[in-house]
């Protein structure tokens, strides 16, 4: 069956960089592209963007350039979200979720990242 | 503030019918097909319809979705204490070039 399991969560402190994997299983991993979404609590979804399996190239939402990199280890069907420069307001919920290409229906979902960010 | 408007909150008694609206723009809604997903309390958020109208396997068909120019509904009927969660409908935005969610709609099962 299909599954996305992600990393554990993580208590950063303001400044530090964190870096959130998200193992892909039960598909062939290429034919799909994996979204970041974040939720900070007690909010709702934001789309942070999406890496292209294939290419490996990725795309951000505005709000989440230059401290936000997409990346990937197709070897182990694996995407990372890294988070560099945490501030306070990076705490959040951080979930990876796949679409097929082309379409922009978020299919299967990992659990979820907590990380939070404080002093 | 995102781009799809959704109201807070709906509720009804187990058994009958809801129906939750997102509202958007020709940039969005009136240009791209709709998914709407469902966050189960302390969850990740789950797909329940996309291209608009379609269900995923293992869907039920109490839940249904449909797009009328720039607004999108999602309705559920059968209602039952287990469909208590929060409902988020999206699709792609031209004008901003992301996906956008809307701004989640809870649903009380009174």
């Known amino acids: 069956q299909v599954q996305l399991v992600q990393s554990g969560s993580e208590l950063k402190k303001p400044g530090a960089s964190v870096r959130v994997s998200c193992q892909a299983s039960?598909?062939?991993?290429?034919?799909?592209?994996i979204n970041w979404v974040r939720q900070a609590p007690g909010q709702g979804l934001e789309w942070m963007g999406w890496i292209n399996i294939n290419t490996g190239n990725p795309s951000y939402a505005q709000d989440f350039t230059g401290r936000f990199v997409f990346s990937l280890d197709t070897s182990v069907s694996t995407a990372y979200l890294q988070i560099v420069s945490l501030k306070a307001d990076d705490t959040a919920m951080y979930y990876c979720?796949?679409?097929?290409?082309?379409?922009?229906?978020?299919?299967?979902w990992g659990q979820g990242t907590l990380i939070t960010v404080s002093a | 503030q995102s781009v799809l408007t959704q109201p807070p909150s709906v509720s009804a008694a187990p058994g009958q019918k809801v129906t939750i609206s997102c509202s958007g723009s020709t940039s969005n809604i009136g240009s791209h097909y709709v998914s709407w997903c469902q966050q189960l309390p302390g969850t990740a958020p789950k797909l329940l319809i996309y291209?608009?109208?379609k269900r995923p396997s293992g869907i039920p068909d109490r839940f249904s979705g449909s797009k009328s120019g720039t607004s999108a509904t999602l309705a559920i009927t059968g209602l039952q204490t287990g469909d208590e969660a929060d409902y988020y409908c999206?699709?792609?935005?031209?004008?901003?070039?992301?996906?956008?969610f809307g701004t989640g709609t809870k649903v009380t099962v009174l």
């Open positions: 039960g598909y062939t991993f290429n034919a799909y592209t």
């Open positions: 979720a796949r679409a097929v290409m082309g379409s922009t229906a978020l299919d299967y």
């Open positions: 999206a699709t792609w935005d031209n004008s901003l070039s992301t996906y956008v």
């Open positions: 291209d608009t109208d």
